[in-house]
């Protein structure tokens, strides 16, 4: 099932004419605060699987293009962040490390977005705004101490992520905690849909321009390794969202720059980039030094 969040706090279901409503199923749309319907039906997947089935069989579908998607987890108790995943990244970036022995980040919360809410860049003149496309895995279970063999077990699906980042040398979760940071989206497709989530295609674009363009076989620390090395840490809760690496290929955003994620099986976003006004802070006052130079991509 892909199943979408949409008109302030709904949920559908994805079907070829348009978004089934099923928000009576999953106890959602009725404007509480924070919006957490989405974790309890993450939990209860199961158990309402048959009644979702049944709406999805009977029930009318509304266009796509009348609703307002949103953000399909807005409240996950934590995104949980792996960095430099991709050896061709690392080589780009001049990283010597990898997400191997190096072990993940937070992104915030509230740094999530919808596929259609904009990235709003922050007033930091001097400093390059980053694209990097990921593939987001939502968390379907409790769970602590999950062996790799068991990854399954906690994952409820996936979903295109882009994990923006300020360059610099400051602390990384800083410069990558702002609002709009971490759009997720266009929906959630549940796993059974994906039968190998390590063979899956990601493309980014930018003005249509071809930034970025990968295989999730190319992951450093592999999916079982990463809900493992995460559940070691940390109890596991549904609607945890693990942003899993970015590829070679990241660049800068400016205003007005309009960003195309396709993930194979999953989705596709398109996210309008503008220039806030907000989000100065003394901490990026000095100019970045050295600038980022990307490295020569050679067999590494
Ligand atoms: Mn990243």
């Known amino acids: 099932m892909k199943i979408a969040r949409f008109d302030n706090g709904k949920i559908g279901l994805l079907t070829d004419a348009g978004l089934v409503d099923v928000s009576d199923i999953a106890g959602a749309g009725d404007g509480q605060w924070p919006d957490t319907a989405p974790l309890r039906l993450i939990r209860d997947f199961a158990a309402l699987r048959p009644q979702?089935?049944?709406?999805?069989?009977?029930?009318?579908?509304?266009?796509?293009?009348?609703?307002?998607?949103?953000?399909?987890?807005?409240?996950?108790?934590?995104v949980i962040a792996y960095p430099v995943n991709y050896h061709?990244?690392?080589?780009?970036?001049?990283?010597?490390?990898?997400?191997?022995?190096?072990?993940?980040?937070?992104?915030?919360p509230s740094s999530?977005?919808?596929?259609?809410?904009?990235?709003?860049?922050?007033?930091?003149?001097?400093?390059?705004?980053?694209?990097?496309?990921e593939l987001g895995i939502i968390i379907g279970k409790q769970c602590r101490d999950l062996p790799r063999e068991d990854w399954r077990e906690a994952v409820f699906g996936?979903?295109?992520?882009?994990?923006?980042?300020?360059r610099g040398r400051e602390e990384r979760v800083f410069r990558k905690a702002y609002d709009t940071f971490c759009p997720v989206g266009p929906w959630m497709v549940t796993a059974d849909?994906?039968?190998q989530p390590d063979q899956l295609s990601?493309?980014?674009w930018v003005n249509g321009e071809l930034r970025q363009a990968a295989n999730t076989r190319d992951l450093v620390l592999d999916i079982p390794g990463m809900v493992a090395t995460a559940s070691?840490?940390?109890?596991?809760?549904?609607?945890?969202?693990?942003?899993?690496?970015?590829?070679?290929?990241?660049?800068?955003?400016?205003?007005?720059?309009?960003?195309?994620?396709?993930?194979?099986?999953?989705?596709?976003?398109?996210?309008r980039v503008i220039q806030g006004n907000r989000g100065a802070t003394e901490v990026f006052e000095d100019a970045y030094v050295p600038p980022i130079v990307k490295q020569e991509l050679t067999d590494r």
């Open 232 to 271: 070691a840490v940390m109890t596991l809760y549904p609607g945890d969202i693990i942003a899993t690496g970015t590829p070679e290929g990241v660049g800068p955003v400016v205003d007005g720059d309009a960003v195309r994620i396709v993930i194979d099986q999953v989705g596709e976003m398109n996210l």
């Open 88 to 108: 061709a990244h690392g080589k780009e970036m001049g990283a010597t490390y990898r997400a191997k022995n190096q072990g993940f980040f937070l992104k915030p």
């Open 202 to 204: 990601m493309k980014l």
């Open 112 to 133: 999530v977005s919808g596929p259609s809410d904009v990235i709003e860049l922050p007033a930091v003149p001097g400093r390059e705004v980053h694209h990097e496309a």
């Open 52 to 78: 979702l089935q049944a709406a999805l069989e009977t029930r009318a579908a509304v266009p796509l293009e009348s609703v307002r998607l949103e953000t399909p987890v807005p409240w996950p108790s934590k």
């Open 193 to 195: 849909e994906i039968d």
């Open 158 to 166: 996936y979903a295109c992520l882009l994990d923006m980042v300020v």
